[in-house]
């Protein structure tokens, strides 16, 4: 959905006049979003811990439990800002790739961007978006990742943050059908995995 900012919503995603913004868009979800059974993360971009989360303890729970259909993680944009410039950037442009391209589409390039946040820039960003093959919308992507297209979805997820009592990031929440929302204390591995599994039990 498209605003134009000040106003109302006016139109679905599409072509985008100048002024106008994306409101809305599908929480991207990895894994089957029928398990009953949820983490959700607030992420920044740019913030250190968010990478670490990203590459060295992430992996574990996808292959534990969202390739084995158990679990599904529901990403959520919390920019602190880490950064002036990358925090909001790197959202937009990640957010504008799932626009296009889709969530699978999103989550790679996610990666991607946590693989090469520490010397980021919109050079590095086209790049990744070649390297996935999505190359024919990269100026498309890419403007409309510089001029925060996407901020009304990010500040939605960032109010969601604040309301559930988030203050740093990464912060992981199980949540599920059967589960009261909690934040688990720790992001690492091997926290996450002994609080899914007395959930499993």
């Known amino acids: 959905m498209l605003t134009s900012i000040g106003a109302g919503s006016i139109a679905l995603a599409g072509c ?12 991207p979800v990895l894994g089957d979003e029928d398990t009953g059974l949820e983490l959700h993360v607030y992420e920044d971009f740019a913030c ?14 996808v292959s534990d439990y969202v390739d084995e259909g158990l679990v599904s993680i529901h990403h959520y944009d919390w920019p602190i800002p880490t950064h002036n410039r990358w925090s909001s950037e790197m959202a937009n442009t990640a957010r504008a790739v799932q626009d296009f391209e889709g969530t699978e ?3 790679e390039f996610k990666t991607l961007l946590y693989e090469n946040q520490a010397n980021i820039s919109v050079d ?6 070649e390297e996935l093959d999505i190359a024919e919308e990269s100026t498309e992507i890419l403007e409309r990742g510089s001029n925060s297209l996407y901020q009304p979805v990010i500040d939605a997820d960032k109010q969601n943050g604040d309301e559930r009592g988030v203050q740093g990031t990464p912060t992981v929440f199980i949540d599920g059908d059967d589960v009261d929302s909690e934040a688990i204390p720790s992001f ?14």
């Open 188 to 201: 690492d591995a091997d926290t996450i995995s002994s609080v899914l599994d007395a959930q499993l039990e």
């Open 16 to 27: 985008i006049e100048p002024g106008e913004q994306v409101s809305e868009l599908p929480r």
């Open 48 to 61: 250190p811990a968010c990478q670490q989360f990203e590459l060295d303890e992430k992996p574990q729970i």
């Open 124 to 129: 590095v960003m086209n790049q990744l978006l």
């Open 105 to 107: 589409k999103f989550f």
